[in-house]
Nanobody
Framework: QVQLVESGGGSVQSGGSLRLSCAAS????????MGWFRQAPGKQREGVAS???????KYADSVKGRFTISQDNAKNTLYLQMNSLKPEDTAMYYC???????????????????WGQGTQVTVSS
């Protein structure tokens, strides 16, 4: 079992930055991919960024060049550095872990079997 707890959300102005953290516990060594997803009111949950156990990353086109996913294995912590934030980035952000195959499905929510409860990010125009 893997437990995930997000933190670091908040309210910022357009152009600002935030760093989200996800503290993981349990059998984290069985996680093949870790990812960040987001969901805005009235919209479907979408994959934002992912990282696998080889350090390979994937990003949604909408955040490329602005967001960076990273992990500190010693601390069992996943991060999402978000720069140049835009109002359209406003959403609840979720951390997720996948224990199965994820090479081709790293930004699809069905790939992930463990989820945090989310942290809110609000970007004002």
């Amino acid at each position: 079992q893997v437990q995930l707890v997000e933190s670091g959300g908040g309210s910022v102005q357009s152009g600002g930055s935030l760093r989200l953290s996800c503290a993981a516990s349990g059998y984290t060594y069985n996680s093949n991919c870790m990812g960040w997803f987001r969901q805005a009111p009235g919209k479907q949950r979408e994959g934002v960024a992912s990282i696998d156990n080889n350090g390979r990353t994937k990003y949604a086109d909408s955040v490329k060049g602005r967001f960076t996913i990273s992990q500190d294995n010693a601390k069992n912590t996943l991060y999402l550095q978000m720069n140049s934030l835009k109002p359209e980035d406003t959403a609840m952000y979720y951390c997720a872990a996948a224990t199965g195959q994820c090479q081709y499905w790293a930004l699809l929510q069905g790939t992930y079997n463990y989820w945090g409860q989310g942290t809110q990010v609000t970007v004002s125009s």
